[in-house]
Nanobody, 124 residues
Framework: QVQLVESGGGLVQAGGSLRLSCAAS????????MGWFRQAPGKEREFVAG????????LYADSVKGRFTISRDNAKNTVFLQMNSLKPEDTAVYYC?????????????????WGQGTQVTVSS
């Protein structure tokens, strides 16, 4: 069992940056692959980025590749999402999630635990 709490969302102008954090409870954080997803109003939840347990392998959605960076600090039970060059279409509620598969997956159904989300709003 792991509990996830996101933070770092807010309002930013287009072209700006935000850094999201997701703090996990428990002592088994390093056993979980971690992912960031987002859901905009009226749209389905979509994969943004994922990182393997050890942090050595990452995966990004094409829409954020080159602008967003996922990282993790297993000593602090935290995963991060650095978001640069933000666009209005990045506006959404961002969720972190944890899964136990060996590979990094964009499949939301493979994730077992979810945070409550943090709002990111990018103004034009």
């Amino acid at each position: 069992q792991v509990q996830l709490v996101e933070s770092g969302g807010g309002l930013v102008q287009a072209g700006g940056s935000l850094r999201l954090s997701c703090a996990a409870s428990g002592r088994t954080f390093s056993r979980y692959g971690m992912g960031w997803f987002r859901q905009a109003p009226g749209k389905e939840r979509e994969f943004v980025a994922g990182i393997r347990r050890s942090g050595g392998i990452t995966l990004y959605a094409d829409s954020v590749k080159g602008r967003f960076t996922i990282s993790r600090d297993n000593a602090k039970n935290t995963v991060f999402l650095q978001m640069n060059s933000l666009k209005p279409e990045d506006t959404a509620v961002y969720y972190c999630a944890a899964e136990t598969s060996v590979v990094v997956t964009p499949d939301a159904t493979k994730y077992d635990y979810w945070g409550q989300g943090t709002q990111v709003t990018v103004s034009s």
